[in-house]
């Protein structure tokens, strides 16, 4: 239970800061922390429209993807405090019931039957494809290591002590801040800012939502964007007391944030046929994980 | 060779044009356009007595002249294209068709130019428009616009994609024909066409009044003094710096780099704020002026000026080198949209979008008008034809036009320039003026009547030219980089459509 109220409260400000963090190294001031809540807040009080050429999937997707997000974040823990819901196995789970929204987010631009949101979709699609067996070397090594299947016992069982343990943790963050850019569609991936639509990726499959729909999945951007960073912190807080663990969990949170804007203010976006690439690269990362994992226990002489 | 040679902003009686058989004419403005010294500025019709008499003008960029020639045809007449020997000729040969009806048996495509109305057959309009078709089942469409996400001009792009990579861009303007070319006859107080020509392009404000200015002034057998004429070069260069530091910016949008669109959108600013200063209209609407100016330039206004430069040039300089030297940046902008030069020559390129092809084409050296005689512009000319080019080209010219204001500050005339009532145009004459805006050569043209009224106003924007260079140059590329190729070229909507 605490997990999800400290990932629901970091969602409240992560984006926010994300965009802070943007306008002040570029010399403006920028809107307030609290400004994209609030857009979803406006966004809420409004009815939806709907095209005429869209079916029932384009009405009920967007519900199904917040659903989804959400019972996503239900198995994340934070610290030594359970998710709501663990049992073994349960970062396949993770991966797969996010997997399943996107796929109805994914249909439901095709639903739309506009030419953005059919290229849109496919990119997305795409680049999901390619980031997940990153995302599962990853998770699978350190369950290797740990000897377990859930992400509460996987956390709480691993233990910092040498130098390829550090290297494993850094890694590991940079996979997973790297899979939350692009699960987020933001830079170097995806530029969430841009009013291009043949250049977008997430923003394009969202054009035709509206009101109550698409405050849904924005804030359901927020959330993932709090999942992963939580997931992040517990690389850092799993063995720390939960007086220590909690104000260590909301500084991880920022400095994600922090970082994600940093990421965004002095890069271009990649062309999109790197995004490939850049995104397989990962794979490359989570391998190094893998065999650092083999090099801890031993499997390697 | 049959034709009358003139210079730029040369005033010429009509009777002097030599007016020749079509097939003349024809192998005659063809065979010029052979060497890569000329290019066609100004093609078009007017009615003569029942006929529409086409006047073509090419531009020798060696000697600086304009060679002008003439046909006598009849309407709704099937004639043979110059398209099919010169492609450049392509789009006039299509506005002819367009506003006449003249048929081209050998045309490859007479697609519309404008739409809606000022035509020949009204009934053809955007709705029944046949687009360019595919048959494949592997292949897709993507139509972009008119309306588009950005508050921009409209314009409709239609891709065809395999994939990600576009194999055919076709491009539909004319969205927006105001009909600027007949109210130059509507209107017929010389203020009313003053503010009608700096409205042609709301970018190219300087450019298009310039060019007015120069016109009326040749037309009037008024000499401009040369206090007119410093302040006109010293808007035309510092539109050109504004506009292409914008550019820049809204470059680095296009490929998400932030730091640089947020600095060079702020470096933009005081730029325009510096014609705000000047004549109270940061677009410099209202500076230029038929026969005087309204706002003489003076000892106080230079200082600000060098002011405001000296602020601007070490942070243009640092963003600069920044931005071009940042890998990321450098993966989006380099072997993007390129146009070859041989392409260039074929379609008839003008302004920067030749020059980063290798093609030396600037009125500034060529036809100079007003202080570009003592300032003997180098033109600066890039190779690669792309994205980058286009960029790095932008950087280079504004430095250029920075080191030229600083060299006219220098010199500066102090002649009073009060605007003086300017004397009736000379009748039954032909005027041709080309002014090198930020964006290209800009061409106007006007022809008087027997009591020297205007009987036929001709505009052209360089984006009348380069709309299909943008069109061959996103070719192969991935769809993603349309919107950076399109604004390395930033061509005019509004300017193309009148």
């Known amino acids: 239970m605490l997990s999800l109220a400290m990932i629901f409260l970091a969602s409240l400000f992560f984006t926010g800061i994300v965009i802070r963090t943007k306008s002040l190294v570029s010399g403006r001031k920028g809107p307030g922390i609290f400004q994209p809540l609030k857009d979803v807040v406006r966004l809420f009080k409004k009815g939806a429209v709907f095209s005429q050429t869209t079916s029932f999937i384009f009405q009920v997707a967007p519900s199904i993807y917040f659903a989804s997000v959400v019972m996503a974040i239900l198995v994340v823990p934070v610290g030594q405090s359970k998710g709501l819901i663990s049992f073994d196995g349960d970062f396949v789970f993770f991966a797969y019931i996010l997997a399943l929204g996107k796929f109805f987010s994914i249909i439901s631009a095709l639903d739309t039957g506009s030419s953005f949101e059919g290229m849109g979709a496919s990119r997305e699609a795409l680049f999901s494809m390619l980031a997940e067996p990153a995302f599962f070397i990853t998770m699978g090594s350190f369950a290797l290591l740990t000897g377990h299947t859930s992400f509460h016992a996987i956390f709480t069982a691993l233990h910092f002590g040498s130098y390829v343990s550090y290297a494993l943790g850094t890694l590991a963050t940079f996979v997973l801040i790297m899979i939350a850019m692009i699960e987020n569609s933001r830079m170097p991936i995806d530029d969430p800012k841009t009013h291009l639509e043949l250049t977008m990726i997430h923003e394009v499959m969202i054009l035709d939502n509206s009101g109550f729909d698409l405050g849904l999945i924005l804030y359901a951007t927020n959330l993932k964007f709090a999942m992963y960073g939580a997931i992040i912190a517990n690389f850092f807080i799993s063995n720390l007391p939960l007086a220590l663990a909690v104000p260590l969990f909301f500084a991880v949170q920022f400095f994600f944030a922090v970082i994600a804007g940093l990421l965004e203010s002095f890069a271009a976006r990649f062309r999109m046929a790197h995004n490939a690439e850049f995104i397989y690269t990962l794979t490359s990362f989570s391998l190094l994980i893998f065999f650092g994992v083999l090099l801890l226990m031993g499997k390697f002489i | ?498």
């Open chain 2, 1 to 498: 060779m049959d034709n009358l040679i003139i210079k730029n902003h040369e005033t010429v009686p009509l009777a002097s044009i030599p007016v020749l058989e079509y097939d003349k004419f024809l192998a005659q403005n063809t065979v010029l356009l052979a060497e890569e010294r000329r290019h066609c500025v100004q093609y078009y019709g007017f009615l003569q007595s029942g006929m529409v008499q086409l006047l073509c003008c090419i531009a020798d960029d060696m000697h600086g002249t304009i060679l002008v020639s003439s046909a006598l045809v009849g309407k709704k007449q099937i004639l043979p294209s110059f398209t099919a020997h010169r492609p450049a000729f392509h789009k006039f040969e299509r506005e002819i068709h367009e506003n006449f009806g003249i048929a081209y048996a050998d045309h490859p495509w007479l697609k519309p130019v404008r739409y809606p109305f000022d035509r020949a057959r009204p009934q053809n309009d955007i709705a029944n428009y046949p687009f360019f078709q595919i048959g494949s089942e592997e292949l897709h469409e993507v139509g972009v616009g008119p309306i588009h996400a950005g508050v921009i001009e409209p314009g409709h792009f239609r891709f065809v994609c395999n994939g990600e990579q576009i194999l055919h861009l076709e491009i539909q303007l004319g969205f927006q024909h105001r009909g600027v070319e007949r109210l130059f006859l509507a209107k017929q107080h010389l203020l009313q066409r003053t503010v009608l020509a700096e409205s042609i392009a709301g970018d190219t404000v300087a450019g298009h009044s310039v060019a007015f200015a120069n016109l009326w002034e040749s037309l009037c057998g008024f000499r401009a003094g040369a206090g007119l004429q410093f302040a006109r070069t010293l808007a035309l260069e510092l539109e050109r710096i504004a506009v292409h530091t914008g550019d820049l910016s809204a470059l680095c949008t296009d490929v998400a780099y932030q730091l640089g669109s947020a600095v060079f959108g702020r470096l933009r600013t005081p730029l325009i704020n510096y014609f705000q200063i000047w004549c109270g209209n940061r677009f410099a609407k209202g500076l230029i002026r038929a026969g005087g100016s309204h706002f003489p330039f003076n000892e106080s206004l230079a200082e600000q000026l060098l002011e405001m430069l000296d602020a601007f040039e070490p942070d243009f300089d640092a963003m600069c080198e920044e931005t071009f030297t940042l890998p990321t940046v450098l993966a989006r902008f380099e072997k993007t949209g390129v146009v070859t030069h041989d392409q260039a020559v074929a379609i008839g390129t003008v302004g920067m979008a030749a020059r980063v092809s290798g093609l030396n084409r600037d009125i500034r050296a060529s036809h100079p008008h007003d202080f570009y005689p003592v300032l003997q512009h180098q033109p600066i000319i890039k190779h690669h034809g792309d994205v980058y080019s286009r960029a790095q080209l932008r950087r280079r010219e504004i430095k250029q036009s920075i080191g030229y204001i600083r060299h006219l500050l220098k010199h500066m005339p102090l002649d009073s320039a009060t605007p003086e009532p300017l004397g009736q145009p000379a009748p039954e004459s032909l005027t041709l003026s080309l002014t090198e805006g930020w964006r290209g050569e800009i061409c106007h043209c006007a022809v008087t009547g027997v009591r020297g009224e205007l009987v036929h106003y001709k505009v052209k924007d360089p984006s009348f030219h380069n709309w299909l260079a943008l069109a061959l140059a996103v070719r192969n590329n991935e769809i993603s980089d349309f919107p950076v190729c399109n604004k390395s070229f930033d061509l005019s909507y509004c300017g193309h459509d009148l």
